[in-house]
C-alpha cells in the first residue's frame, strides 16, 4: 500500500505533479496556502501506485510517498 502526502505550505503550485502524474489523480486545490498559491493535492489517494513521479518533479520537495513493506 501507498500513502501519498502533500506538504501544502512548501507548494508553489507550479503543477509539474499535476502534468507527469501518468495516473492522472492529482490537482490543484481550491484553496490558498500560506504563500497564497493554490496547492498540489491528490484527487483518490487509492489509485496512486508509488511510482513517485510527482514526487521526482517537484522542486519544492513538498511531496513524499510511503510504502507499507510487505514481507511473505
Do not use: Q
Not at 490537482?27 to 496512486?48: K, L, Q, R, Y
Request: with cysteine.
Amino acid at each position: 500500500m501507498v500513502r501519498i502526502y502533500f506538504h501544502e505550505e512548501r507548494c508553489k503550485g507550479c503543477g509539474l505533479c499535476v502534468k507527469f502524474c501518468p495516473k492522472e489523480i492529482i490537482v490543484m486545490a481550491e484553496h490558498i496556502n500560506a504563500m497564497g498559491f493554490h496547492p498540489a493535492t491528490v484527487t483518490d489517494p487509492s489509485s496512486c501506485k508509488g511510482c513517485a513521479v510527482c514526487a521526482w518533479m517537484c522542486p519544492d520537495v513538498a511531496i513524499e510517498l510511503e510504502r507499507d513493506e510487505v514481507h511473505g
